[in-house]
């Protein structure tokens, strides 16, 4: 089990590499020169030169990736262009805002996907199935934008129940901060239970075809017992590994979904970035999810690992 | 045994002939048209493609002629979704918004299918370290969430419908290597394959004549659900202002522009964002009734 932890690491650090590389490349598709960018209106030659020469705009193509790789190791993600503040600070920031709302959209989506999973694959060609599996395609079909204007417009507008935007944290005042919090990260998690519902449905029909199911019925348990005692236990460890996989893409959600709700996360980060031209943020963003990303898919490996027996002895 | 036992053999038998006679594809379409929910996925894209050609003549107004006595009008007799904020026509506007999202969503994925699918094709006949370098570039692409690197790409490059466009089929295009790669790797072990290969066809005959034709089918049904997710990605970029630019007509930039008048006038954002549903959801009914119809373990 350890080699085929080492060699799984050992995987992931070429795919980083690649990562920077893309990142970097990135800066390369930007139209003009990005010092004229830089100096805004001023057009002095030698204020254009020295802007060059300090970001190494001047230099070979491969130097200036070794420049800037090798501040990236150092922790040195860059300076932003508009804040005027090390793209590190930002980042560190942001992040709990959308950590906090991919944990709790997380949650969400287990709570809905994994039990109309199981009802589905439990009442499998049933009024049920059909209903679950619209209503789980559904999902995967609702712009998360849109899902969020819908429902601040009946929740918020209509009914008044919950704020539209903003954001409280949740050291400051946690009930504000679930008030502020439980719409967006609903709309979130909605793709994502749709997917862990597919995911529970798919994983719980091979379980309840086992020798061992079969064997608990034969015993006389009761078919609630059998399912959620027999059945789940075995069938959730595929489904929650898999959800952890998806934790990354919640990352992409959630630049709409804090756009839609106003919340000062990673994603309203990466997008005030983009209009303001803040290549530096948009390039550190850009690495800093990739990193997340992968290590959460690593995470997620090692978890599965973990929690099947049969791989821990391997 | 009797003359009525031996017709009903002879019938049974010659049924039996003529369903392994029958074609492939001529199987997976009558399948695929056994599915309700396929065949209504396939109206609704049909009825939105014919309404996006036929724009200029089903619109009932120009979609971005602005009226100052119209202004956020209710739906009505004379404009059946509304009208918006600079008094234009709601509904003239999301028929012509379908050419922009049904474009960017086909584009795109010819774009990620014909970059995608000759490298997968690529890797996983040739195996070795080229099958090695494609697996770590592809990993690298698929570490960045999608819609993180087609806004990255797309600031980039600039805001625009083209660009739009260009980013979301680079970004989709690792998905396509994936699909033909592990397609193409199954594909290779049959025995035409090395057939073909052991009357010294050179390898490129072997991979584009032999190999490809056979790998179609679960492209297909990736390219379904990947339009699918295009589209939304289109959407996604418009409404946050890195894809159409206005005045021109798109369902994700009028959901930008209804935000700003939610409480005042809400078909503004409901009819362009149904628009949008109807279209991915119609998509992803067509993307599993392929699945299910060119499966060749569907019943």
Request: charged share 15%.
């Amino acid at each position: 089990m350890r080699s085929n932890l080492g060699v799984r690491i050992a995987q992931i650090l070429p795919t980083l590499v690649l990562v920077s590389i893309m990142v970097f490349c990135l800066q390369q598709l930007m139209p003009g020169d990005p010092a004229l960018v830089l100096a805004g209106e001023e057009r002095d030659p030698a204020v254009l030169a020295q802007i060059r020469t300090e970001l190494w705009l001047d230099r070979p193509l491969a130097m200036q990736y070794f420049h800037w790789i090798g501040n990236v190791l150092q922790g040195d993600l860059g300076f932003s262009w508009r804040i005027r503040e090390p793209v590190l600070n930002l980042v560190i920031a942001k992040l709990p805002v959308t950590a906090q709302l991919g944990l709790m959209a997380f949650v969400i989506a287990i709570c809905i996907g994994v039990p109309m999973g199981i009802v589905s694959a439990v009442k499998k060609n049933s009024f049920w199935d059909y209903a679950a599996n619209g209503i789980g395609l559904a999902g995967l079909s609702t712009p998360n934008f849109w899902l969020g204007i819908m429902l601040i417009l009946v929740v918020s507008v209509q009914l008044g129940w919950l704020p539209p935007s903003g954001y409280v944290p949740l050291t400051e005042d946690w009930r504000q901060s679930l008030a502020t919090t439980i719409m967006p990260a609903f709309v979130l998690g909605n793709a994502l239970a749709a997917v862990l519902m597919r995911h529970t449905r798919s994983a719980m029909l091979t379980a309840l075809e086992q020798d061992y199911v079969r064997t608990a019925r034969a015993k006389g348990l009761l078919e609630i017992r059998v399912v959620l005692r027999h059945a789940l236990r075995n069938a959730l460890v595929p489904v929650v590994t898999l959800g952890a996989l998806e934790l990354g893409t919640l990352l992409s959600g959630a630049v709409l979904t804090e756009q839609v709700f106003s919340i000062p996360g990673f994603g309203k980060l990466i997008v005030d970035a983009v209009f303001n031209r803040d290549y530096p943020v948009v390039q550190g963003v850009v690495l800093v999810t990739a990193t997340v990303y992968i290590s959460l898919n690593l995470i997620a490996d090692i978890a599965y690992v973990f929690l099947n027996p049969r791989l821990r002895n391997a | 045994m009797s003359a009525t036992t031996v017709d009903q053999a002879a019938n049974d038998a010659g049924a039996v002939m003529a369903k392994a006679m029958q074609s492939p594809a001529r199987l997976a379409v009558r399948r695929f048209f056994r599915r309700p929910a396929a065949v209504f996925g396939l109206f609704v894209i049909t009825s939105f493609v014919l309404l996006a050609l036929l724009a200029p003549f089903v619109a009932p107004f120009n979609p971005t002629q602005t009226s100052w006595t119209l202004i956020r009008k209710a739906p009505s007799w004379a404009h059946w979704m509304g009208t918006d904020e600079n008094g234009r026509d709601v509904l003239s506007r999301v028929i012509w918004g379908a050419r922009a999202s049904l474009l960017a969503g086909v584009i795109s994925v010819c774009i990620a299918s014909g970059v995608g699918v000759p490298v997968g094709l690529l890797a996983g006949f040739v195996g070795g370290k080229v099958d090695a370098v494609i697996g770590r570039i592809i990993d690298a692409m698929l570490a960045a969430p999608f819609l993180i690197l087609a806004i990255a790409l797309a600031a980039f490059l600039g805001p625009s419908l083209q660009n739009a466009m260009i980013a979301i089929g680079i970004t989709a295009t690792p998905i396509f290597v994936r699909v033909s790669r592990a397609a193409t790797m199954d594909a290779a072990t049959n025995d035409y394959v090395e057939a073909a290969r052991a009357l010294g066809n050179p390898p490129w005959r072997v991979a584009f004549r032999h190999v490809l034709p056979n790998i179609v089918p679960p492209i297909m049904v990736q390219a379904t659900l990947a339009i699918a997710g295009a589209i939304i990605a289109e959407a996604s970029l418009s409404f946050l202002g890195l894809g159409q630019q206005p005045p021109a007509p798109s369902w994700g930039s009028m959901l930008n522009s209804a935000q700003r008048f939610l409480t005042q006038a809400p078909w503004l954002a409901i009819f362009p964002g149904a628009a949008i549903f109807l279209a991915v959801f119609s998509f992803n009914l067509i993307g599993d009734g392929l699945r299910d119809a060119l499966d060749p373990r569907a019943k």
